[in-house]
């Protein structure tokens, strides 16, 4: 079993930046590809930010592109994500994923594809 624990979460003004870390813990022996993935209120979970395993690798939502940063050190089973410029559009929980068995620069932009999921973290943004 894998168990995601996601922090960094917070209350930030308009512009200001965040830095969120999803740390893995249980089987994490395997190559996997993780994703960044948020849900704000009354809208489905919608997908941020995903990386491959070896780091090569990253896709990002419209959305996002240009302000967030996802980042991942496999030598502590921890992945990022820094978010810059945020806006009260980016207000939302976000929740990482994980997905094992994707050696190599593949990663995934479709929640179906994780098999594994953090409780999330509150990031609010005010005007």
């Known amino acids: 079993q894998v168990q995601l624990v996601e922090s960094g979460g917070g209350l930030v003004q308009a512009g200001g930046s965040l830095r969120l870390s999803c740390a893995a813990s249980?089987?994490?022996?395997?190559?996997?590809?993780m994703g960044w993935f948020r849900q704000a209120p009354g809208k489905e979970r919608e997908f941020a930010a995903a990386?491959?395993?070896?780091?090569?690798?990253?896709g990002y939502a419209d959305s996002v592109k240009g302000r967030f940063t996802i980042s991942r050190d496999n030598a502590k089973n921890t992945v990022y994500l820094q978010m810059n410029n945020l806006k009260p559009d980016d207000t939302a929980v976000y929740y990482c994923?994980?997905?094992?068995?994707?050696?190599?620069?593949?990663?995934?932009?479709?929640?179906?594809?994780?098999?594994?999921w953090g409780q999330g973290t509150q990031v609010t943004v005010s005007s």
């Open positions: 994923a994980l997905k094992y068995g994707v050696p190599g620069g593949n990663y995934y932009s479709t929640a179906g594809r994780y098999g594994y």
């Open positions: 249980g089987r994490t022996f395997s190559s996997y590809a």
């Open positions: 990386i491959s395993w070896s780091g090569s690798n990253t």
